[in-house]
């Protein structure tokens, strides 16, 4: 693991820590004693004044969406920093970013291992209705197994055409953030902003190369700019 990428997440409770700093030093210790072997890379840092318990948090959706677009880990110093419900966090993994606290990275894998549960009851119940599916077409008379060189159907190449699409459309959003913060006017030219993305960091959509006005202009294209 090299170069790892991660955005930092504090949050205090009131206005008056947020100003004088008091839990906010200690959270950023944490965070630099994590990351002190030089594997890490920090995209951005994040201070939230706001109650634990509320799932609505401006700053934080504000870190998910540079995750996204970094491809990077939420990092945060306690457990209990991010959320103390137990459902919030799971909704985390829905976002595709993944996220480590400082004090606890086992909690990362446990909630891996939580939603790879879910993943394998989703998948034995999908085995058990096919093998239904199935059993009800042999039973009448439908000749099941073997490859019979059936090309896919129009609506089976419009279905995997409109799944690409909506990948391409989600990614593109998550950059959109970012395109606000590096041309906030909208007038950079292509290239212009294709260097400023690269500079950035920001991974094209193939994870390969640098960006370039083509791919720049897709992207626009895609946000409707």
């Not at 976002?95 to 446990?110: Q, T």
């Not at 896919?152 to 995997?160: D, H, K, P």
């Not at 094209?204 to 409707?224: E, F, K, N, Y």
Request: proline share 2%.
């Amino acid at each position: 693991m090299s170069d790892r990428r991660f955005v930092s997440y504090l949050r205090v409770s009131t206005d008056k820590q947020g100003r004088s700093g008091l839990g906010l030093e200690a959270q950023r210790k944490s965070v630099a004693d994590f990351t002190h072997s030089g594997q890490w890379r920090q995209v951005a840092e994040l201070i939230e004044v706001e109650s634990g318990a509320k799932a609505t948090r401006p700053k934080l959706s504000e870190a998910l969406a540079l995750c996204r677009s970094h491809r990077a880990t939420l990092l945060v110093a306690k457990l209990d920093r991010l959320a103390r419900d137990a459902h919030f966090l799971l909704g985390l993994a829905k976002e595709g970013v993944d996220f480590v606290a400082a004090d606890m990275p086992s909690a990362n894998r446990m909630t891996v291992g939580i939603m790879a549960l879910v993943a394998e009851e989703e998948r034995r119940m999908i085995s058990a209705r096919t093998k239904a599916a199935l059993a009800a077409a042999k039973a009448k008379g439908v000749k099941l197994g073997g490859f019979r060189g059936r090309a896919g159907t129009a609506r089976e190449t419009a279905l995997a055409r409109a799944a690409r699409s909506r990948r391409a459309d989600q990614r593109a959003a998550s950059i959109s953030d970012t395109i606000a913060r590096l041309d906030p006017d909208g007038t950079d030219s292509l290239r212009a902003l294709a260097a400023k993305l690269t500079a950035d960091g920001v991974p094209t959509p193939t994870g390969r190369g640098d960006w370039t006005a083509t791919g720049v202009a897709r992207l626009r294209r895609r946000l409707g700019r």
